[in-house]
């Protein structure tokens, strides 16, 4: 076994300037976390509790086993945009009656739950982690349906909402839906769609149409309890299939649902693992605040993994990618992790050798990104990057293991792809508050508008202006510095949200108890056609 040793040193001053960066930047999230937190403000929450209601959170940690963690994803979802943090939804994965479960909820204090077009995205997304994962699917439901000011963008691409929910009963991942209050128009298709379905008396009200649209469409005078409460559901229509007192008891009957599910995991929970040998603190002092300054993501590594035990592969080529071998909370892992930031083409064939080796062995792979992209340049390209960074990503594209990713610095380019970013697919995609993400950095894309402005100029014969080219520049840097943060991206669900580096081994350690929920198998062959 091999231990990773540390260069550490907590009383340095550039430990402290690293550490002291990346507390500001924890500060700035958790303020907009508390964005999140707050809902629809002190108005709406009052408003709620005068009602005699449980607020989204609080529904959430009573479904909860006792002392059990809950992972949230997506927390920062709409952050930039005009809808309110959080998009209305709370969406994350805990155990209830010792099952991993997929958890959405929505926040009625925003808006009546309302969906918004960041909802949809947020709820498919955990539709998408459910799937995958094999995770039973528990729906806590008070909403009135679409957010109609922004139909245009949510009635199209919404049914798949419903689509999601039927496929997952199809292929055995159980469904259960609490309703707490309203669940109209298209989200009565919910409860509708969901294996399980629970409502609170005099509380919950499904119905396609409401009193007002049932009178200009038919003519016919309703009230909300004969069109669509709960006592209803439970005697007449059948949609409930059982009927709860009041909140506590819906939510108590939902955790005996998920008791007699009879749903076994296909990999059983390994046995406690030893700790890493350093302090996970000392993770807040790794990342310089400039990332252009290079860092040795072993240090990272040797804070994560279990007993800081790391069989490096390959550790005297490519050496600007570091891959080997650990275990993280008693699962087996390979590890991808940048040193230096540029992928040349010893780094692309040493990954894409690496990936097919876990595919081999069935070993889920984590991505620690640190890249700014694949090198460029004559000599380069002459000598294939082109070809091999292709290598590295069809290996990524075609690898049928779980992927675990979690950006630390930079992400740029075709490097972030090569690295299983969003767009590969990985189970789970988080950020620490110093990464970045763009085509690429804001002085390289600046500079090459200005290269490409200079020589249009050129060829037309025309004086080039200076002054209006620094301004330019001085624009393009400022807004692909702003769109390369990641608030921003985690407003676009572009990762699965942003966490303190100290909790990298939970999250981690959760994602990978989720992901053994489903079987873990590695791609045997099925690579397409490798440029040697």
Not at 241 to 259: G, P, Y
Request: hydrophobic share 40%; aromatic share 6%.
């Amino acid at each position: 076994m091999s231990r990773l040793g540390t260069r550490i040193d907590p009383e340095s001053a550039e430990y402290a300037a690293h550490r002291d960066t990346a507390l500001e930047r924890l500060a700035e999230l958790d303020a907009e976390h508390a964005k999140a937190l707050a809902g629809g403000g002190e108005k709406y929450t009052a408003r709620h509790r005068a009602r005699g209601k449980l607020l989204a959170r609080e529904r959430i940690e009573l479904l909860l086993d006792p002392d059990t963690p809950f992972l949230e994803l997506s927390p920062l979802a709409a952050w930039g945009s005009d809808y309110p943090v959080g998009a209305s939804m709370v969406t994350g994965i805990g155990t209830v009656e010792g099952t991993t479960c997929l958890i959405t909820a929505n926040d009625p204090t925003v808006r009546g739950g309302a969906s918004n077009p960041w909802t949809l995205k947020k709820a498919l997304r955990a539709n998408e982690i459910a799937r995958a994962n094999r995770l039973p699917c528990i729906s806590l439901v008070e909403s009135g349906g679409a957010d109609l000011p922004s139909q245009k963008e949510i009635f199209i691409p919404g049914g798949a909402i419903f689509r999601d929910l039927t496929r997952l009963s199809a292929e055995g991942i159980p469904t259960i839906a609490v309703v707490f209050g309203n669940s109209t128009a298209g989200g009565a298709y919910v409860p509708g769609m969901s294996d399980h379905t629970i409502m609170v008396k005099d509380r919950s009200k499904v119905f396609l149409g409401g009193p007002p649209l049932v009178k200009m469409a038919t003519g016919e005078e309703s009230d909300d309890e004969s069109l669509g409460g709960a006592d209803m559901h439970a005697r007449i229509s059948g949609l409930a299939d059982q009927l709860a007192a009041d909140e506590e008891d819906a939510i108590r009957q939902a955790r005996r649902v998920v008791a007699r599910l009879n749903h076994r995991r296909a990999h059983p929970e390994p046995a406690a693992a030893d700790e890493p040998r350093y302090d996970p603190e000392e993770l807040l002092g790794i990342v310089p605040a400039d990332l252009k300054t290079p860092f040795d993501p072993r240090e990272v590594i040797a804070r994560i993994v279990d007993g800081s035990a790391f069989d490096e592969f390959k550790p005297l080529y490519g050496t600007s990618l570091v891959t080997g071998w650990a275990t993280l909370h008693g699962y087996p892992v390979g590890i991808l992790a940048n040193a230096q930031g540029v992928l040349f083409s010893a780094e692309s064939q040493k990954a894409a050798q690496f990936i097919q080796l876990a595919n081999q062995r069935d070993i889920p792979l984590l991505f620690l990104h640190n890249t700014t992209g694949y090198m460029v340049g004559k000599e380069y390209e002459q000598g294939g990057i082109v070809k091999h960074g292709s290598m590295m990503i069809n290996a990524v594209s075609n690898s049928r293991v779980p992927h675990l990713s979690v950006l630390i610095g930079a992400s740029y380019g075709a490097g972030h792809y090569g690295m299983c970013g969003r767009a590969y697919e990985p189970r789970f995609l988080f950020a620490w508050p110093s990464a970045k993400s763009a085509v690429m950095g804001p002085q390289q894309l600046a500079g090459v508008l200005s290269i490409v402005a200079r020589q249009s100029a050129a060829a037309k014969g025309r004086p080039y202006d200076e002054e209006a080219d620094a301004g330019m520049r001085a624009f393009v840097e400022a807004q692909i510095e702003s769109e390369s943060l990641p608030m921003f991206l985690s407003g676009r669900l572009y990762d699965d949200g942003i966490i303190d580096p100290r909790d990298t081994r939970t999250v981690l350690g959760l994602c990978l108890s989720a992901v053994h929920n489903a079987p873990v198998e590695g791609a045997r062959g099925g690579f397409g056609v490798f440029r040697m």
